[in-house]
């Protein structure tokens, strides 16, 4: 199909338009930057924006110290317990609970559920507040959900426990743990 030419009053009434619309940018559109992907573009360098790092072997350890945790449980079981197809037997819930609270009922219930012969066991932490926004990596600043897995390795519970897992987004995610606790011989 072939295009119609404008008549004289459709170009007349599209200059008029066209006269009284202010571009979008103010740049020219005929002076777009192109970047490859290996040079930064002029005038790029971040300003005002502070980074708070930590020491290098802090930083490290904080990073991997459950990544690259030793599983110390049979693989099947564990794979189904990171999948959220294992349901907890008992369950802790710690909100609210300041240190002092937190401390004594974290050590009677995991003794209580060992006793009682339970396996899997939730403890309930919460994720605490939102992430100090001055980190390069964002970090949580909840102090039970920092304390407890400390807690938890401790020499009075650390043989009554077998493993300790972040639990699957179904029982809470990063606000809960999964303690998967041994048999009594």
Not at 69 to 88: A, H, I, N, Y
Not at 155 to 164: F, P, R, T
């Amino acid at each position: 199909m072939k295009r119609r030419k404008l008549s004289s009053e459709e170009l007349k009434l599209w200059e008029k338009v066209a006269k009284s619309t202010l571009p979008l940018n103010e740049k020219n559109s005929s002076e777009t930057e192109s970047f490859s992907n290996n040079e930064a573009p002029k005038g790029a360098v971040l300003k005002g924006m502070k980074f708070h790092l930590k020491d290098e072997k802090t930083r490290r350890k904080e990073v991997f110290s459950n990544t690259f945790q030793k599983v110390k449980m049979d693989m099947g079981t564990f794979s189904k317990l990171k999948k959220g197809k294992l349901e907890p037997e008992a369950s802790l819930d710690l909100h609210g609970m300041n240190l002092e609270q937190a401390y004594p009922a974290l050590l009677n219930f995991i003794i209580s559920a060992h006793k009682t012969q339970k396996r899997l066991v939730l403890v309930i932490t919460g994720k605490g507040k939102n992430s100090d926004p001055g980190y390069a990596i964002p970090q949580r600043s909840g102090v039970l959900r920092s304390q407890v897995p400390i807690w938890l390795k401790e020499a009075n519970l650390s043989n009554l426990i077998l493993q300790v897992e972040q639990s699957h987004r179904r029982h809470g995610g990063l606000g809960a743990l999964y303690v998967y606790l041994r048999r009594i011989r």
